[in-house]
């Protein structure tokens, strides 16, 4: 004897008690089989990326494969005029950048306006400069419409302005200026000794007073984008996981990416928080390999900039003072070395 068969809304609702849900997909295998889908309203049109020919001479409809979205960009940066010889090759950079991200790009000029210093005979100090104020602030204007007759040529999205340091450092004040900007595009030295010291006032300043990520870029390196190769000087700290996060946009639009470890022995937990951030950049559809490299007797730095070297890397990305910023400077470190003797761009955060 045939047994009833129960309603299917007596079906469903035992399913719902089980824990299971079904769904009929039989509405939606035509559309993705190639059947007619309607058009979008307003639109009077399908999207489909091919016909072929069907049953009676009819065209049906083929649509578009689903294409993951580029959803990591930058859409703000900021880069100040320094003063140094790489100015220009940090501008030209940070052009490609915009271009690359349709982002819109800050041009800062900085004006000091120091302490005025008055005579020994005199009370009280002028507070205007004795005119010397002016003089800074047409100077400053000179080189704010040369920056902008340079970027006219440019099809990004651009602003440029000048910032005055009054009674304060040009770094502190542009620092204070980027609190809005996705990355900051810095001018590196290159290895080069002079500078040194505004390099590193400009760079303390806009990593850990801004809390944005420091692009710094060598003279004479401009990479072309998107990157072909990327690298990432892994250690578990919070410094190095903020720049990966922070430098995912670039990371996204590398061709390949190495997350390099770098010890002096069996440092088995960092490899397994780096075998993990390499699974999450996986994650993120960026094909990323592990690199286990040895020190020996030579510094960190100067591996990791070595392997870059010989491996064509375009892009470092390393997290910014892990320990004491005065500590690192004075007696060295990490970060103290990739900032002044790297030949290539460094993406710093903190």
Same mark, same amino acid.
């Given at each position: 004897?045939?047994?009833?068969? @129960?309603?299917? /809304?007596?079906?469903?609702?035992?399913?719902?008690?089980?824990?299971?849900?079904?769904?009929?997909?039989?509405?939606?295998?035509?559309?993705?089989?190639?059947?007619?889908?309607?058009?979008?309203?307003?639109?009077?049109?399908?999207?489909?990326?091919?016909? @072929?020919?069907?049953?009676?001479?009819?065209?049906?409809?083929?649509?578009?494969?689903?294409?993951?979205?580029?959803?990591?960009?930058?859409?703000?940066?900021?880069? $100040?005029?320094?003063?140094?010889?790489?100015?220009?090759?940090?501008?030209?950079?940070?052009?490609?950048?915009?271009?690359?991200?349709? %982002?819109?790009?800050?041009?800062?000029?900085?004006?000091?306006?120091?302490? $005025?210093?008055?005579?020994?005979?005199?009370?009280?100090?002028?507070?205007?400069?004795?005119?010397?104020?002016? %003089?800074?602030?047409?100077?400053?204007?000179?080189?704010?419409?040369?920056?902008?007759?340079?970027?006219?040529?440019?099809?990004?999205?651009?602003? &440029?302005?000048?910032?005055?340091?009054?009674?304060?450092?040009?770094?502190?004040?542009? /620092?204070?200026?980027? =609190?809005?900007?996705?990355?900051?595009?810095?001018?590196?030295?290159?290895?080069?000794?002079?500078?040194?010291?505004?390099?590193?006032?400009? =760079?303390?300043?806009?990593?850990?007073?801004?809390?944005?990520?420091?692009?710094?870029?060598?003279?004479?390196?401009? $990479?072309?984008?998107?990157?072909?190769? &990327?690298? #990432?000087?892994?250690?578990?700290?919070? $410094?190095?996981?903020? %720049?990966?996060?922070?430098?995912?946009?670039?990371?996204?639009?590398?061709?390949?990416?190495?997350?390099?470890?770098?010890?002096?022995?069996?440092?088995?937990?960092?490899?397994?928080?780096?075998?993990?951030? #390499? &699974?999450?950049?996986?994650?993120?559809?960026?094909?990323?390999?592990?690199?286990?490299?040895?020190?020996?007797?030579?510094?960190? %730095?100067?591996?990791?900039?070595?392997?870059?070297?010989?491996?064509?890397?375009?892009?470092?990305?390393?997290?910014?003072?892990?320990?004491?910023?005065?500590?690192?400077?004075?007696?060295?470190? #990490?970060?103290?070395?990739?900032?002044?003797?790297?030949?290539?761009?460094?993406?710093?955060?903190?």
């Amino acid at each position: 004897m045939r047994a009833r068969s @129960r309603p299917r /809304a007596a079906n469903a609702a035992a399913g719902h008690r089980r824990g299971l849900i079904r769904i009929n997909t039989a509405r939606a295998r035509p559309a993705l089989m190639g059947g007619r889908r309607r058009p979008r309203a307003g639109t009077g049109t399908t999207q489909a990326s091919a016909t @072929r020919a069907g049953a009676h001479g009819q065209a049906a409809h083929r649509p578009e494969p689903i294409r993951p979205r580029r959803t990591h960009m930058y859409k703000d940066l900021m880069i $100040p005029m320094t003063g140094s010889a790489g100015d220009a090759d940090a501008l030209r950079l940070a052009v490609k950048l915009a271009a690359r991200h349709s %982002a819109r790009l800050s041009v800062l000029e900085s004006v000091d306006l120091p302490v $005025p210093i008055g005579h020994a005979w005199d009370m009280v100090p002028d507070p205007t400069g004795g005119g010397v104020y002016e %003089a800074l602030r047409e100077r400053g204007q000179q080189r704010l419409a040369e920056l902008k007759a340079r970027l006219d040529d440019e099809t990004v999205c651009w602003d &440029a302005r000048a910032v005055e340091a009054l009674y304060a450092d040009a770094p502190h004040t542009v /620092a204070r200026e980027a =609190f809005d900007a996705d990355l900051c595009v810095l001018a590196g030295s290159g290895g080069r000794a002079d500078g040194a010291a505004a390099l590193h006032a400009w =760079f303390t300043a806009l990593l850990l007073e801004s809390g944005r990520p420091v692009l710094v870029v060598p003279p004479a390196i401009g $990479p072309t984008l998107p990157l072909r190769r &990327a690298m #990432v000087a892994w250690q578990p700290t919070r $410094p190095t996981a903020r %720049a990966v996060h922070d430098a995912l946009p670039l990371l996204a639009d590398a061709g390949l990416v190495e997350l390099v470890v770098i010890g002096r022995g069996d440092d088995e937990p960092a490899l397994d928080s780096a075998r993990r951030m #390499v &699974a999450h950049l996986v994650r993120h559809s960026i094909p990323t390999d592990l690199v286990n490299l040895r020190a020996g007797e030579r510094s960190v %730095a100067e591996v990791l900039l070595d392997y870059a070297e010989r491996s064509g890397v375009q892009l470092l990305v390393a997290g910014g003072y892990g320990h004491s910023r005065l500590r690192e400077w004075v007696l060295g470190g #990490v970060t103290r070395e990739l900032l002044l003797s790297a030949q290539l761009p460094v993406f710093f955060g903190h």
